[in-house]
């Protein structure tokens, strides 16, 4: 069945053809009534697109008493419509120059390879040519590789983004495929809180080793500081000279912090104290961790699996560096510490809109409640 659609449109086996009538004074020259001409394409949009510019292109050569060419789909070809509908690889590009302005690596990194994990699978498709089934395609080709089902979701919420920026800068009609499919439910694994026991372990083989790698466990331990956020570090950061010893942590351009509320100050108490005294006294240079710092990036996935394959060989296998952070907040816990102040401390994003008013705790405050945790770990 043929359906008629405007614009000079029809389609045939899903394909969209441009037919349109040849002006009646230049019948004889044609020798025929009307010209049809297959625009090579399924997507309504990008068929309106064409045939627009297919019909521009016609009237200027009609109204000048030209002939059009004998192959009408080299005529097609050479056609710049409004807004092509692009390929899966051209919307990425689009999507990364647009929303990559001022992003880290990382945020190139993931598009260009998730998106070219969905290339690899199905194609470098015209975005209107995926369908669920073939969104579905991708997720069971991911899950058979051996990724969680929480990598799989990581993976399809970049894919996702490229999607619904290309529909809406594009300008297409259609619903975001890989937004549709369906996920099998997923077994998130509790973070356990390193024991307070082990702390103190970790922390005294810290001293002992008193390197640079022993001296961000040090950082970490007693401050409840992500990972990097304490490697991305500049000597800057570091206010020993204060009335009350602490740390500024805000965003560089190597590296940037998860939220807003992550930016605070954090008094320095045990075995943080230490590790800050001996970062000022031994390192030179801007950064407080020259290993996995520069003026370009901070490479915390280094730093993390090095800390984590010392901790587990050497104190427990449970033992991972984001635990220091679970413990850092049952600690502040167990000696009372108000939940806004915790929050603040840690930079977690606050839960109801009034503890987002005024200034805060000031660092005088939660340093006292620092210096009660110390007492259960350093010293």
Excluded at 39 to 48: D, I, M
Excluded at 79 to 106: F, N, V
Excluded at 249 to 273: D, F, M, N
Aim: proline share 4%; aromatic share 8%.
């Amino acid at each position: 069945m043929v359906d008629q659609s405007p614009s000079y449109l029809f389609t045939k086996r899903d394909v969209y053809y441009y037919s349109r009538r040849i002006p009646p004074n230049m019948r004889a020259i044609y020798g025929k009534k009307r010209i049809v001409v297959s625009l090579g394409t399924k997507s309504l949009n990008e068929g309106l697109s064409l045939s627009h510019a297919l019909t521009a292109k016609l009237d200027m050569l009609w109204s000048e008493d030209k002939l059009i060419p004998s192959n009408l789909d080299v005529l097609v070809a050479k056609l710049e419509p409004r807004k092509r509908e692009p390929r899966l690889s051209e919307a990425r590009d689009s999507y990364l120059k647009i929303r990559g302005i001022g992003k880290p690596k990382t945020f190139k990194r993931a598009a260009i390879r998730n998106i070219q994990a969905v290339i690899d699978q199905i194609g470098d498709l015209k975005l209107t040519h995926y369908t669920t089934l073939e969104a579905g395609k991708v997720r069971d080709a991911l899950l058979s590789q051996g990724l969680a089902v929480l990598s799989v979701r990581r993976m399809f919420a970049t894919v996702n983004a490229v999607f619904h920026f290309g529909i809406a800068e594009y300008g297409l009609d259609m619903k975001n495929p890989f937004a549709l499919v369906h996920m099998p439910q997923s077994i998130r694994i509790k973070r356990i809180p390193i024991p307070i026991e082990t702390i103190r372990e970790i922390q005294a083989a810290c001293c002992e080793l008193d390197d640079d790698l022993r001296w961000l466990v040090g950082l970490l331990s007693d401050t409840g500081l992500r990972l990097s956020e304490a490697a991305g570090l500049a000597m800057a950061d570091v206010c020993l000279e204060h009335d009350v010893p602490h740390i500024n942590v805000r965003p560089h351009p190597w590296r940037r912090l998860k939220t807003q509320s992550s930016e605070r100050q954090i008094p320095l108490v045990g075995a943080a104290l230490w590790a800050a005294h001996r970062l000022v006294s031994e390192v030179e240079g801007q950064w407080c961790f020259p290993r996995y710092t520069n003026a370009e990036s901070c490479n915390g996935n280094s730093a993390s699996a090095a800390l984590n394959k010392w901790l587990k060989v050497n104190f427990s296998r449970d033992a991972v560096v984001h635990g220091f952070r679970h413990a850092f907040r049952d600690r502040l816990r167990a000696v009372d510490c108000p939940t806004e102040m915790i929050d603040q401390l840690g930079g977690w994003s606050a839960n109801n809109v009034g503890s987002r008013y005024g200034s805060g705790y000031t660092l005088e405050l939660s340093y006292g409640l620092l210096k009660d945790i110390e007492k259960t770990s350093f010293g």
